[in-house]
Each structure stands twice: as structure tokens, then as C-alpha cells.
């Protein structure tokens, strides 16, 4: 069975840019997490999708959103870039919406803001 | 707030034990364990939930308690492959949903 699949694997832009990141859950899971991972740090929730709906949010700007579609991948848009944004971008993917549930990471998203 | 590691960092050789805790100031339902290599994702290792149910690893065993929310992660006869940074992602249930709060990490060096 195919993990979780993010794209583009890595990513350049510079200040001010828009990024649009995407992700496709394992087939069957129905809820998509994004995290923040910056070098040293653990990862830091961003948003939560279960159902199509936003179940979460984290402490991060308007300058983000995000959307799950019908067929339950997800796309992560971070509008206005900061140096402060280049991270790496971690989409979970899990059967259900809650805690008990495991979570599985896709390979990530390496955003570099110049 | 985030969850607290300790120790953050530990050096082994192949076949010893090694010990990683986590421990909370906030009421728990969940704990989540990580491994992650340089320049990869997470790796799942195990789950632990409020009322002793448990999955993950067959190699790897951990502890959950509940009152004092701590959490320890267990590592027997360790391997070269075992190296890379431990995270503990928390979760509180409720209207939490499935966010996690991750740990700052343990990082583990196994040496032949």
C-alpha cells in the first residue's frame, strides 16, 4: 500500500511569494494534519482536515490556510513568505479525526525562503 | 505547552538499553512516539492511550502513566539502526481533535 505522498519534495522561493503544498493521505484514512518542522525543533501543529472540514489550527498567521477535497488529499497555501517560513512542511495522515488514532508522515516538503 | 524530553541526548553502543521520558504539565489522552532520521520524516513507533491500550513496534516497549502524564519510551539491545532523534507527540483529546504537541526531541548515536 502506498504512504502518505507530499509534493513538491523541495521547494525555493523568495519573500513576499506564495507557496501552494499538497498532500494525498493514505488511501482509506480520512484526516490530514500539517506540522512545521523547524531544524532542531519538533514538529508544530498547523492545521487538522477531517471530513472536509477543519477540525484544528495552531498558533500561525492568516498568512496560512488550508483545504482537504472530496478525495480527501489536502493542499497547505502559506501566502506573503518570511524567511522565518523556510521549514520543513509534514503532512500525518490518519484513519480517523482524534487523538487515538495514529498518525503517519508523508516524506515532507523542504521550503527555503530567500 | 510542549512536552518535556529527557535526556536530550544519549550515546550508546549496539546491544545496551536506553531509557527516553516524556513528561507533560497538562492532562493527557494520548502519546505519540517518533523516530526521525537527518533529512527524513517521522517514523511511527508506538501509541499509548489513556486506559493502558497500546500499539507500535514489536522491539520497542513504552510506558504511559496517566496521573503523573509522564511517558517512557523503552529501548532494549539497541542497534545501529536505532540512531536518530526521538520525539513524543502528546495529544489531549476533547475538542484537541488529533493535534499533537511534539518534544524537542532525544537524540540517540548508537556506535558498533
Known amino acids: 500500500d502506498a504512504g502518505v505522498t507530499q509534493s513538491p519534495t523541495h521547494l525555493i522561493k523568495t519573500r513576499g511569494q506564495h507557496v501552494t503544498l499538497r498532500c494525498s493521505p493514505i488511501?482509506?484514512?480520512?484526516?490530514v494534519s500539517w506540522y512545521q518542522q523547524v531544524l532542531g525543533q519538533g514538529p508544530q501543529f498547523i492545521f487538522q482536515y477531517y471530513e472536509k472540514e477543519e477540525r484544528g489550527r495552531g498558533n500561525f498567521p492568516d498568512r496560512f490556510s488550508a483545504r482537504q477535497f472530496p478525495n480527501y488529499s489536502s493542499e497547505l497555501n502559506v501566502n506573503a513568505l518570511l524567511l522565518g517560513d523556510s521549514a520543513l512542511y509534514l503532512c500525518a495522515s490518519s484513519l480517523g479525526g482524534l487523538t487515538y488514532n495514529e498518525q503517519f508522515f508523508g516524506p515532507g516538503t523542504r521550503l527555503t525562503v530567500l | 505547552q510542549q512536552p518535556v524530553q529527557s535526556p536530550q541526548a544519549v550515546i550508546l553502543r549496539e546491544g545496551e538499553d536506553a531509557v527516553i521520558n516524556c513528561s507533560s504539565s497538562k492532562a493527557l489522552y494520548s502519546v505519540h512516539w517518533y523516530r526521525q532520521k537527518h533529512g527524513e520524516a517521522p517514523v511511527f513507533l508506538m501509541i499509548l492511550l489513556k486506559g493502558g491500550e497500546q500499539k507500535g513496534h514489536e522491539k520497542i516497549s513504552a510506558s504511559f502513566n496517566e496521573k503523573k502524564q509522564q511517558s517512557s519510551l523503552y529501548l532494549t539491545a539497541s542497534q545501529l539502526s536505532y540512531s536518530g532523534t526521538y520525539f513524543c507527540g502528546t495529544g489531549a483529546g476533547g475538542t484537541s481533535y488529533g493535534k499533537l504537541t511534539f518534544g524537542q526531541g532525544t537524540i540517540l548515536t548508537v556506535h558498533p
Open positions: 488511501s482509506g484514512h480520512k484526516s
